[in-house]
């Protein structure tokens, strides 16, 4: 069966920075989509990064919010993806959610357990 874990959250002041990692296992991961999302506590779950897969190779998409402080990369030899935060602020506090979606007859999505990420002021 699919497993994702991750790791890295912790808590870190205004400017700092933070990688996160999620290692996947139980099938296949070279042709999906693998990225991040997060929650922050009475908010709705909110699109951080994806690297999407393609014939022509692999794109990545940022949310507006963390495009020039935030990287997405992935290891296809180790099934990993990672998310390297920079210039991190208070708003992005919240819990970061590895994400698989993966295309088939009927379309599936699996999560990781979630890492926390504090951001002090």
């Known amino acids: 069966q699919v497993q994702l874990v991750e790791s890295g959250g912790g808590l870190v002041q205004a400017g700092g920075s933070l990688r996160l990692s999620c290692a996947a296992s139980?099938?296949?991961?070279?042709?999906?989509?693998m990225g991040w999302y997060r929650q922050a506590p009475g908010k709705e779950r909110e699109f951080v990064a994806m690297?999407?897969?393609?014939?022509?190779?692999?794109?990545?998409d940022y949310a507006d919010s963390v495009k020039d402080r935030f990287t997405i990369s992935r290891d296809n030899a180790s099934n990993a993806v990672y998310l390297e935060m920079n210039s991190l602020k208070p708003e992005d506090t919240a819990i970061y959610y590895c994400?698989?979606?993966?295309?088939?007859?009927?379309?599936?999505?699996?999560w990781g357990q979630g890492t926390q990420v504090t951001v002090s002021s």
């Open positions: 994400n698989v979606q993966v295309a088939a007859a009927v379309p599936v999505d699996y």
């Open positions: 139980g099938r296949t991961f070279t042709n999906v989509d």
């Open positions: 690297t999407r897969w393609s014939w022509r190779g692999y794109n990545s």
